[in-house]
């Protein structure tokens, strides 16, 4: 079974550059998470769809992070304006569908640097 | 909201020698999950723990989950060079995973 796809695996921008990051979830996997990761930190959730729909948005900086997944299969993750902050691993995540089973496959990650 | 602390930050231990990490969370869970991530890798779901007072073994890796189910661990019994990474307990609420800042494992040979 093929992973979770990510891509670009790293970028490097300008500040108040924009940036865009696509993902991939495992086939049939209903349920896609955005985390952000800083380093030395685990992963907090940006973002939740459960199909096409969102779940969880709360911790996601609305003013300039935006995602979609329109089709409910891939998903893009936007940033702009870029801040230096905003520099960290970007991990997508996907979920098989059911209730007994949490388990979350991660992708590889695509690694922000903003100058 | 939730918070899930994750104690100690770093462990350094000599091969052959056991190791523990702790998770408590702010609230009640419904579970948690421990993730393992090797440098310069993403996070790999390691178990789910959903019981109150649960224990699951995986070889030399016991996962307890607390009575309250507000906390849990991880003991390695016996360390090997291969168990080196950052672990994180993540604690689920109603929807989302919150994951702990993560124990850093070293493991001098």
């Known amino acids: 079974e093929a992973g979770v796809a990510q891509s670009p695996r790293y970028k490097i921008i300008e500040k108040r550059q924009s940036v865009a990051f696509w993902c991939n979830p495992i086939?049939?996997?209903?349920?896609l998470y955005w985390y952000q990761q800083i380093l030395g930190q685990g992963p907090k959730l940006l973002i939740q769809?459960?199909?096409?729909?969102?779940?969880?948005d709360s911790q996601l900086p609305k003013d300039r992070f935006s995602a979609e997944r329109l089709k409910g299969v891939d998903s893009t993750l936007k940033i702009q304006p870029a801040k230096l902050e905003d520099s960290a691993v970007y991990l997508c995540a996907s979920r098989p569908p059911g209730q007994a089973t949490y388990e979350q496959y991660f992708g590889p990650g695509t690694r922000l640097t903003v100058t | 909201g939730q918070q899930v602390m994750q104690i100690p930050q770093y462990q350094h231990v000599q091969e052959g020698e056991d190791f523990t990490t702790y998770c408590n969370s702010s609230?009640?869970?419904?579970?948690i999950q421990w993730y393992k991530q090797r440098p310069g890798g993403h996070p790999v779901f390691l178990i789910q723990?959903?019981?109150?007072?649960e224990v699951k073994k995986q070889k030399r890796l016991t996962f307890q989950f607390g009575e309250a189910k507000k906390n849990s661990s991880l003991h390695i019994t016996a360390t090997q060079t291969t168990d080196v990474g950052t672990y994180f307990c993540?604690?689920?609420?109603?929807?989302?995973?919150?994951f702990g800042k993560g124990t850093k494992l070293s493991v001098i040979p």
């Open positions: 086939s049939g996997h209903a349920t």
């Open positions: 609230t009640t869970l419904s579970n």
């Open positions: 723990l959903v019981k109150s007072g």
């Open positions: 993540a604690g689920a609420g109603s929807y989302q995973l919150t």
């Open positions: 769809f459960q199909n096409n729909g969102v779940v969880d």
